[in-house]
């Protein structure tokens, strides 16, 4: 089935160690997302890529960098986490607006 | 910055009941609205839409309602099941061309069984 695929679900780093989270889709979308999610909290949106051109939200901190190396996979590097970066990382796709959610990859900072 | 510790708006309903979960948007340039469902530890997953040029759409025992006029939407459904318990966020966009999604709050549904 087509999806959005993201490793690890769950993932475990200290603080001030780098840490990668993947995302890969088979829906061969142009838009690929990410997103943090805290709890109770609507998804913020970090970044979006459309085809190779990566748009950066304002508020997203420098520490979030991320990658698109082809259509299908993209990486969100934390350089340096911080205990308020603990959250749920989403992933997303979209051709036009509609947008679909990976199952997203708990990030814990100790 | 954010806010911690949020408590998000929650709805208690009896099996079998109907449910009616409210949002308001703020963009009156947005054209295009969805309703996601989240259940716990899982992403959004896409319940309905509706564009501005329809009032009202019907899924299956979902239906969405839309008032450019208050700039609300709703989503009611039929025959609420323990399996509808999770939050609920609607998204407005502009459509044509990428444009960024902008999440509302969230309502936790809690289903009673």
């Known amino acids: 089935d087509a999806m959005v695929i993201q490793n690890p679900r769950y993932q475990v780093t200290q603080f001030g160690k780098p840490v990668t989270l993947s995302c890969s889709q088979t829906?061969?979308?142009?838009?690929m997302y990410w997103y943090q999610q805290k709890s109770s909290q609507a998804p913020k949106l970090l970044f979006h890529?459309?085809?190779?051109?990566?748009?950066n939200e304002a508020d997203t901190p420098d520490n979030f960098q991320s990658r698109r190396p082809n259509t299908s996979f993209c990486f969100l590097d934390i350089r340096s986490p911080g205990l308020g970066d603990a959250a749920m990382y989403l992933c997303?796709?979209?051709?036009?607006?509609?947008?679909?959610f990976g199952p997203g990859t708990r990030l814990t900072v100790l | 910055g954010e806010s911690v510790g949020l408590h998000l708006p929650t709805l208690s309903v009896q099996e079998g009941d109907n449910s009616i979960i409210n949002c308001a948007y703020s963009n009156s340039a947005s054209d295009y609205f969805i309703w996601y469902k989240q259940e716990s530890g899982k992403g959004p997953q896409f319940i309905i839409d509706?564009?501005?040029?329809?009032d009202k759409r019907q899924g299956q025992r979902v239906t969405v309602l839309l008032n450019k006029t208050v700039k609300h939407l709703s989503l009611q459904i039929a025959a609420t099941q323990p399996g509808d318990s999770a939050v609920y966020f609607c998204?407005?966009?502009?459509?044509?061309?990428?444009?960024?999604?902008?999440f509302g709050t969230g309502t936790k549904l809690q289903v009673i069984p």
């Open positions: 829906l061969n979308h142009n838009v």
């Open positions: 997303a796709t979209s051709r036009l607006a509609e947008q679909f």
């Open positions: 998204a407005e966009t502009i459509s044509g061309g990428y444009q960024k999604v902008t």
């Open positions: 509706i564009r501005s040029n329809m």
């Open positions: 890529y459309y085809d190779k051109d990566f748009n």
